[in-house]
């Protein structure tokens, strides 16, 4: 069973009736004791760096979270949730994040003139393989929405990026059970579909 936290902040229908389409099962949730008996877990988010730390520490969420991927437990992070696996954002001041990956999310500073927030479809292109990706065509399209976005991320950990702007923008990221994506897959259309299929069957 993949729980989908709930800390206030996240895209979680959407996630869940992906899931659902799926047939692999889920449920969203932010009882410790549910959380606990997860096979995997998601975190989804829209918001702000700062406010969405703020939730998971005053509910009680980020020492189980912490937990759970420590013992192995694959966790997925989606745009917000995927800047909230790194060490620390700068989003209305400087905070700390879960610091499953090294690196700091900061305000996307395009050297080129382009829109910020980055809304919109962009092309997905790989900088390894991984099973996240399994089955996927470089150069797929995928949707994002956001102003800010991971920087020093080590080479290693980068799986994706899409150029905007001129600079490349981490998009896929994995250490070892944990996993990010700062587009939506869930509204990533068959691209998308195909990523948490990946991450519902394929990985373990």
């Not at 610091?99 to 997905?124: R, S, T």
Request: with cysteine; aromatic share 8%; proline share 3%.
């Amino acid at each position: 069973m993949i729980v989908i936290i709930d800390y206030g902040m996240g895209n979680l229908k959407n996630v869940y009736n992906a899931l659902k389409h799926l047939n692999i099962a889920s449920k969203v949730s932010n009882e410790i004791a549910e959380i606990k008996c997860a096979d995997k877990l998601i975190l989804p988010g829209v918001g702000a760096f700062n406010k969405a730390m703020y939730n998971l520490n005053n509910m009680g969420l980020t020492e189980i979270i912490k937990e759970k991927v420590n013992n192995g437990t694959p966790l997925l992070g989606i745009c917000l949730g995927m800047q909230m696996i790194f060490q620390k954002g700068y989003e209305n001041g400087e905070c700390e994040g879960l610091a499953f990956i090294d690196g700091e999310v900061k305000i996307l500073e395009p050297k080129e003139k382009v829109k910020i927030p980055h809304i919109g479809w962009n092309k997905l292109e790989y900088n390894s393989s991984n099973d996240l990706i399994k089955g996927l065509d470089e150069n797929s399209f995928v949707y994002y929405v956001h102003s800010y976005a991971a920087t020093n991320v080590k080479n290693e950990n980068l799986v994706g990026f899409s150029n905007y702007g001129g600079i490349k923008v981490p998009s896929i990221v994995c250490n070892n059970n944990v996993y990010g994506t700062q587009f939506h897959p869930e509204k990533s259309g068959e691209v998308g579909l195909r990523i948490l299929q990946n991450f519902g069957e394929v990985i373990k």
